[in-house]
């Protein structure tokens, strides 16, 4: 691993804040006469996505309090923005609590906070821009936040994740801001 990426991963938990930040800011305005909207996530609408957001931010939050992660799914009832809304704000609290813990076990094998947090602040920001892109709304990731999110991408995206869990890489040309190079990563067209 090189230098950078233990700098990234030491970083976690900050990541994870201005991902989240991020995110409430994709939120912005977001009502309930949007949800059937398609996202860049094939197959899922506006609603879907928020499920599965909602469904992410509980397993961090989980992995801080419990220092472990269940993989089974949860449900969203009622209004899903305010769903994803109200647990980021308890998830960042979980991760700044002093006793969070220092190994999280998924499926039973142990990975770091670090690997944790930064896995999850990829999640969070990338579904954050999807969120803004299905709504037509200018909300590019941050060149910082983006940066260290591409730093880490290659170390939680292997090239068995595609084509399942994600797109080929899209080509961009050379001098591409970080966070279109991120999304391009992840197969996503910026």
Known sequence: MTKPHRAALRGGVGLLERAVAYLLGSLEGLDQRQLARPTPCPRWDLRALLAHIDDAVLALH???????????MSSVDGDPVASVREHAGRLLGAWACPS??????????????????GTGALEV???????ARARGTDHP???GLAEELLELAPLFVA?????GRFAPPVTLPSGAPPGDCLLAFLGRRP
Do not use: C, N, Q
């Open 100 to 117: 969070s813990p220092g190994a999280v076990f998924v499926a039973g094998s142990p990975l770091t906070a670090g690997i944790v947090t």
């Open 62 to 72: 989980e992995a801080a309090w419990t220092g472990s992660v269940g993989l089974e």
């Open 125 to 131: 920001a990338v579904h954050g821009w999807d969120l």
């Open 141 to 143: 990731l941050p060149a």
């Open 159 to 163: 090239p068995t994740d595609r084509p």
